[in-house]
């Protein structure tokens, strides 16, 4: 029988996943290329035969996700496989009537297919769309465990922008890994805040060998998804995080509405900021479509530095760039910080923005009032800091969960901002925790 030819779309994270636990060794199927969407820089690259295996001696190339109809004709594709996360249930059928339309049969790979199994308690963290407040979770989790005297692991969803060959495993416990693997301002992100508790994180590109090496020095993995995806090791424990902001959207997107049905633990997140009836409508939703999850409400305590250094000036507000761009969000917690503290003015930064960042706001252009912190390579981070170099303000505050003053020279007095979780409502996460017996 022919190997059925197929085309990979993703945005390196699920695609590679995909490839490695359902694709690398299997004779049914040829893979002729991946394309890459959502994140800037990472088309135009090869998938190394080193990570592809043996029946990929030349590797795999990647194009972007545009040229996809010609890419069906050229090689042949009979199947194409739709791998990355936080699109519209609305988008993710054009593509595939595009895919359709161009002869080739749509696919999607489920848990069953490409959830790793592991020898120790797995906690995932997951979510209905980005900027749900996965981060905060999964930081309270792991600290939850740390201070029983448990080994914790965080398996972190994978960000692999670079060199894709010296990315297959990443190990960070000190921020000295974070310059050894040349992480991005998206990466950073999200390890530093457990550097910084002490906590091991895990990311890359081969999640079979991560899991393994992470199994040899931890009683407990807490696997931090990224976007909306599911997670790509079998939980013991699904804790899925909704966003009373943006009620209905649990049953809008892709996977967020996977997560939803799977979910242990939903928690509605925001539930304090968001109105009565945008939390009503989340929960209703959540006991029709998972009546036997446990729903907890939670809400993101602010945390701010030096906030009189805010009241009465002119600011300029710097947010996480996935919840704004992809994750659809027009503020963080900058913007809520600038407001609470009573700046004079929020400075918007669209018309400071030079070179690519020109682009993004083209592309987005809710985030008007909002500086998102792209710095998928060294250009995008120089543009960044030319653009606060160029915003006419007193004060900076950074909403991201990075420091980004050890990054960029901003020049001007910066105020940090960053979210705690915290449950309320009488029910408790550590009760959802405690039933795992770790």
């Known amino acids: ?61 990647i194009y972007p996700e545009e040229k996809l109809p010609q890419l069906i004709k050229k090689l042949g594709a009979d199947v194409v496989v739709f791998s990355y996360s936080d699109v519209s249930h609305v988008d993710v059928m054009h593509k595939a009537s595009m895919v359709l339309s161009s002869g080739a049969s749509f696919m999607m790979l489920g848990p069953n297919d490409t959830m790793l199994r592991s020898k120790k308690p797995v906690i995932a963290v997951c979510a209905v769309r980005t900027g749900a407040g996965k981060s905060p979770a999964t930081r309270k989790i792991s600290l939850y465990f740390k201070n029983k005297g448990k080994r914790v692991a965080v398996i972190r969803h994978p960000m692999p922008y670079g060199n894709l060959e010296e990315q297959a495993v990443q190990r960070f416990y000190s921020f000295s890994d974070l310059d050894k693997f040349k992480c991005t301002i998206e990466e950073r992100e999200e390890y530093e805040p457990h550097i910084q508790n002490g906590v091991i994180v895990y990311a890359g590109v081969d999640y079979e060998k991560i899991l393994a090496q992470a199994e040899k020095e931890a ?99 710097i947010e996480d760039g996935p919840t704004l761009t992809h994750g659809g969000m027009a503020f963080g917690a900058a913007l809520i910080a600038a407001k609470k503290f009573k700046a004079k003015k929020i400075v918007p930064p669209e018309k400071f923005a030079v070179g690519t960042l020109k682009e993004i706001y083209r592309k987005y252009p809710h985030v008007s009032s909002v500086l998102p912190a792209m710095g998928y390579n060294g250009k995008q981070v120089k543009e960044l800091q030319k653009t606060i170099s160029s915003a006419p303000v007193d004060v900076v505050i950074d909403g991201t969960p990075v420091n980004l003053s050890k990054l960029i020279k901003i020049g001007k007095p910066i105020v940090n901002v960053d979210y705690e979780l915290k449950i309320f409502g009488g029910k408790t996460l550590s009760g959802a925790l405690r039933k795992l017996k770790i």
């Open 219 to 317: 009683d407990v993995i807490i696997f931090d998804g990224g976007n909306n995806d599911f997670s790509f090791i079998k939980p013991d424990l699904l804790v899925v995080l909704a966003d009373a902001c943006r009620p209905g959207h649990e049953l809008l997107f892709h996977p967020g509405e996977t997560n939803f049905r799977m979910a242990d633990v939903i928690i509605i997140n925001k539930a304090d900021f968001a109105s009565k009836a945008s939390v009503e409508e989340v929960e209703k939703n959540a006991r029709l479509l998972n009546p036997n999850a446990m729903i907890l409400k939670a809400k993101l305590e602010l945390i701010v530095d030096k906030g009189s250094l805010i009241r009465g000036k002119r600011v300029l507000c």
């Open 1 to 61: 029988m022919r190997k059925r030819n197929v085309i990979i779309m993703g945005a390196a994270g699920r695609d590679f996943h995909n490839f490695n636990t359902f694709f690398r060794s299997n004779q049914r199927y040829n893979v002729v290329c991946f394309t890459a969407a959502q994140i800037p820089f990472i088309e135009k690259r090869v998938y190394p035969k080193s990570l592809a295996g043996k029946l990929y001696k030349r590797g795999i190339p």
